[in-house]
């Protein structure tokens, strides 16, 4: 069935650097793919997705590139903020498309 | 809209004893999941329902979970009884139609402990 592997965190880096999450999957045909983040204390948001192949999703600063040659979805940002600090996830639909199915979530902290 | 509401918000209870959660989803949303978060397994999807009615419950650990969704405004998620290997954050979410792709908006979750 689909699945999908995120790198393991935390990740920690410094107001204003650049980041990337990867996040890789395995699946039959090309289902959506979403970025999700839960901020502390809070439920996940949206925070960005693609619904086909080389489509790129956007929002607040942050990109995703769907890429069916390397089946990847990794999460970027060019300056990272203290406010950006969250869990990341990746995810994608089940096979029966009926479904989202998450990775393990990436922790990422940004100090000033 | 006050988006998805879940209640109660924390929850601390001794091993045996059954919990209810409970959710009330977006209005108009006509699909509703529960999610359990732990750090071990991460967020899996428990069960969910479309117009009220359970679709896939394979994600039901064992029989002592139980869902329902008596109307289209509430949901609650039963555990009896509970252990304590159920602790974890226990999210609701919602969404308008029932193509997946639309977003899924999260409740702010419940922290249940079972001591």
């Known amino acids: 069935g689909n699945s999908v592997t995120q790198m393991e965190g935390p990740v920690t880096l410094s107001e204003e650097a650049f980041l990337t999450i990867n996040c890789t999957y395995t699946?039959?045909?090309?289902?959506?793919l979403f970025w999700y983040v839960q901020y502390p204390g809070e439920g996940l948001q949206l925070l960005l997705k693609?619904?086909?192949?080389?489509d790129k999703g956007s929002n607040k600063g942050f990109e995703a590139t769907y890429r069916k040659e390397t089946t990847s979805f990794h999460l970027e940002k060019g300056s990272v903020q203290v406010s950006d600090s969250a869990v990341y996830f990746c995810a994608l639909l089940n096979q029966a498309g009926t479904a989202l199915i998450f990775g393990k979530g990436t922790t990422l902290s940004v100090s000033s | 809209d006050a988006g998805v509401i879940q209640s109660p918000r924390h929850e601390v209870t001794e091993m045996g004893q059954e919990v209810t959660l409970r959710c009330k989803p977006i209005?108009?949303?006509?699909?509703l999941f529960w999610y359990r978060q732990t750090m071990m397994r991460g967020l899996e999807l428990l069960i969910y329902f479309n117009n009220n009615v359970p679709i896939d419950d394979s994600g039901m650990p064992e029989d002592r979970f139980s869902a329902k969704m008596p109307n289209a405004s509430f949901s609650n998620l039963k555990i009896q009884p509970s252990e304590p290997r159920d602790s974890a954050v226990y999210f609701c979410?919602?969404?308008?139609?029932?193509?997946?792709?639309?977003?899924?908006?999260f409740g702010p979750g419940t922290r249940l402990t079972v001591l």
């Open positions: 209005s108009g949303h006509d699909y």
């Open positions: 699946a039959t045909g090309y289902p959506s």
């Open positions: 979410a919602s969404s308008l139609t029932g193509v997946v792709t639309d977003t899924q908006y």
């Open positions: 693609a619904t086909k192949a080389d």
